[in-house]
């Protein structure tokens, strides 16, 4: 089974990120999965050239630190392979403006700032070929990605339709629970790297102290009720969720476990912990072997540029193009 997912450098990873795709990655991994960091998607927000170069080597470092093995798999930088930027304008060339500007993240990201990118208009375009250029079957990703990859279904139907048959049509695959981890201080909205909220957002990399204060003073409800019911109690069923997701059950589940809020918080303060301590002592192995990552990244956009070159050559000709040999 063809695999292929990304993850933006545009900040520390959470576990938003970890529950909602990372672990499905290693999961999926294997000689027919492909993951990429995507930098040239960290440019559509503003981002300081040094943090972007940083922010690549650390995502590259945690993803190993998380389990997936780049020489298993191929683990690569979207950038180092030129057909990504390369596809997605033959591609703009299929999507329409109205399907883009109908896209939520979009209307969110754009809302929140005058003089956007057109990047940030685009960006799912460009999502669409990091996923069509592998040929990709499943791309596991969080629940906020549904929408893009509805949209690369369509644009890759309308290619075929109209060039003949060049991509592989792909589906999105989701976990069975924490698909959608919610900011802990704002449960009505999903956590996220690009949005400050110093108390919300559960970094894999954060000290146990500050996942316990973060984890101690989430939002939840004063009812006292402990039940799980998202709609009516987002804050306590993010927490379940999460608690769910790192021990193998259901939210409902652990519900039943525990009568006072105050109980459940200290317990998963101490399962989120202990799960991600292995994953911070690895890192800073990794983090602090600076060629050996460099040389890692090379070897994955040896292996990524193989398929890619192939497809967009497909792609290519197929629209009329006459790609040099
Ligand atoms: P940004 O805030 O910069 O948009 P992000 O935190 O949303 O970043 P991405 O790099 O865009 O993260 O996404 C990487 C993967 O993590 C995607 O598959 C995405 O669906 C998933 N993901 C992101 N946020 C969450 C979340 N809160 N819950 C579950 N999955 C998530
Ligand atoms: N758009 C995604 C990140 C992303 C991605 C991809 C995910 C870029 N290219 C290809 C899966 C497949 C996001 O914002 N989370």
């Given at each position: 089974?063809?695999?292929?997912?990304?993850?933006?450098?545009?900040?520390?990873?959470?576990?938003?990120?970890?529950?909602?795709?990372?672990?499905?990655?290693?999961?999926?991994?294997?000689?027919?999965?492909?993951?990429?960091?995507?930098?040239?998607?960290?440019?559509?927000?503003?981002?300081?050239?040094?943090?972007?170069?940083?922010?690549?080597?650390?995502?590259?470092?945690?993803?190993?630190?998380?389990?997936?093995?780049?020489?298993?798999?191929?683990?690569?930088?979207?950038?180092?392979?030129?057909?990504?930027?390369?596809?997605?304008?033959?591609?703009?060339?299929?999507?329409?403006?109205?399907?883009?500007?109908?896209?939520?993240?979009?209307?969110?990201?754009?809302?929140?700032?005058?003089?956007?990118?057109?990047?940030?208009?685009?960006?799912?375009?460009?999502?669409?070929?990091?996923?069509?250029?592998?040929?990709?079957?499943?791309?596991?990703?969080?629940?906020?990605?549904?929408?893009?990859?509805?949209?690369?279904?369509?644009?890759?139907?309308?290619?075929?339709?109209?060039?003949?048959?060049?991509?592989?049509?792909?589906?999105?695959?989701?976990?069975?629970?924490?698909?959608?981890?919610?900011?802990?201080?704002?449960?009505?909205?999903?956590?996220?790297?690009?949005?400050?909220?110093?108390?919300?957002?559960?970094?894999?990399?954060?000290?146990?102290?500050?996942?316990?204060?973060?984890?101690?003073?989430?939002?939840?409800?004063?009812?006292?009720?402990m039940?799980y019911?998202?709609?009516?109690?987002?804050?306590?069923?993010?927490?379940l969720?999460?608690f769910a997701?790192?021990t193998?059950t259901t939210p409902t589940r652990v519900a039943e476990g525990y009568s006072r809020?105050?109980d459940l918080?200290?317990d998963l303060?101490?399962v989120?912990?202990?799960?991600?301590?292995?994953?911070?002592?690895?890192?800073?192995?990794?983090?602090?072997?600076?060629?050996?990552?460099?040389?890692?990244?090379?070897?994955?956009?040896?292996?990524?540029?193989?398929?890619?070159?192939?497809?967009?050559?497909?792609?290519?000709?197929?629209?009329?193009?006459?790609?040099?040999?």
């Amino acid at each position: 089974m063809r695999v292929l997912s990304g993850i933006q450098p545009s900040g520390a990873m959470h576990i938003g990120n970890y529950l909602g795709a990372i672990r499905q990655w290693v999961a999926a991994q294997g000689p027919d999965a492909y993951y990429c960091v995507v930098d040239l998607h960290a440019l559509t927000l503003e981002i300081e050239p040094a943090a972007l170069r940083r922010q690549s080597d650390d995502l590259l470092a945690i993803l190993i630190a998380c389990g997936l093995d780049p020489t298993r798999t191929t683990l690569f930088v979207q950038s180092d392979v030129p057909y990504h930027a390369q596809l997605s304008w033959l591609l703009e060339c299929v999507a329409s403006y109205g399907e883009l500007t109908r896209m939520t993240q979009f209307k969110e990201k754009s809302g929140r700032q005058q003089g956007y990118r057109v990047g940030l208009l685009t960006y799912p375009v460009l999502m669409a070929a990091d996923i069509l250029l592998y040929q990709s079957q499943q791309v596991p990703v969080g629940d906020d990605q549904r929408q893009h990859l509805e949209l690369t279904r369509d644009i890759a139907e309308r290619f075929n339709a109209r060039y003949g048959e060049v991509f592989t049509i792909p589906e999105g695959v989701q976990p069975p629970v924490a698909a959608r981890v919610m900011d802990l201080q704002e449960p009505e909205r999903k956590m996220s790297k690009s949005v400050a909220s110093p108390l919300g957002c559960l970094f894999l990399l954060d000290e146990p102290t500050t996942i316990e204060r973060k984890i101690k003073r989430a939002v939840t409800d004063t009812d006292g009720e402990m039940r799980y019911d998202p709609a009516a109690k987002p804050g306590l069923a993010n927490l379940l969720e999460i608690f769910a997701a790192l021990t193998e059950t259901t939210p409902t589940r652990v519900a039943e476990g525990y009568s006072r809020y105050g109980d459940l918080k200290s317990d998963l303060a101490e399962v989120v912990v202990e799960a991600l301590r292995p994953i911070g002592a690895r890192y800073e192995e990794l983090r602090a072997d600076l060629g050996e990552l460099h040389r890692l990244r090379e070897v994955g956009a040896e292996k990524a540029v193989e398929v890619a070159a192939r497809t967009y050559g497909a792609a290519a000709a197929a629209m009329g193009l006459t790609p040099r040999p």
